[in-house]
């Protein structure tokens, strides 16, 4: 999980993810699916992805259907993140503004 306050900031957590995962598992990534979120078809994401041989996948933009596991485990670790932060008693502004998983 990785915490951002800006949707401009994907590409970026997405490079930091990837050397993380290519070297843990010893294998490149060759698919990405994603929604048709602005932020996943921004040229500057489409050009890392095609720079690097990643072919592209999209779903229908916010249709569970599409991608249903996904969908319900972002929205039970999300509600966990909440629960967390409820139970720390942590004033509200100490929040982070938005979550990608």
């Given at each position: 999980m990785y915490i951002m306050s800006h949707k401009s900031e994907v590409r970026e957590i997405f490079v930091e993810w990837r050397r993380k995962i290519e070297l843990q598992t010893g294998r490149k990534i060759k698919?990405?699916?994603?929604?048709?979120?602005?932020?996943?078809?921004?040229?500057?994401?489409?050009?890392?992805?095609?720079d690097e041989g990643i072919e592209r996948h999209f779903t229908v933009r916010e249709t569970l259907?599409?991608?249903?596991?996904?969908?319900?485990?972002?929205?039970?670790?999300?509600?966990?993140?909440?629960?967390?932060?409820?139970?720390?008693?942590?004033?509200?502004?100490?929040?982070?503004?938005?979550?990608?998983?």
């Open positions: 698919i990405l699916r994603s929604d048709n979120g602005g932020e996943y078809k921004s040229d500057p994401f489409l050009q890392l992805c095609r259907q599409q991608n249903g596991m996904a969908e319900r485990f972002n929205h039970t670790l999300l509600e966990k993140i909440r629960c967390l932060l409820s139970n720390s008693r942590l004033n509200k502004s100490f929040w982070v503004a938005r979550v990608i998983l």
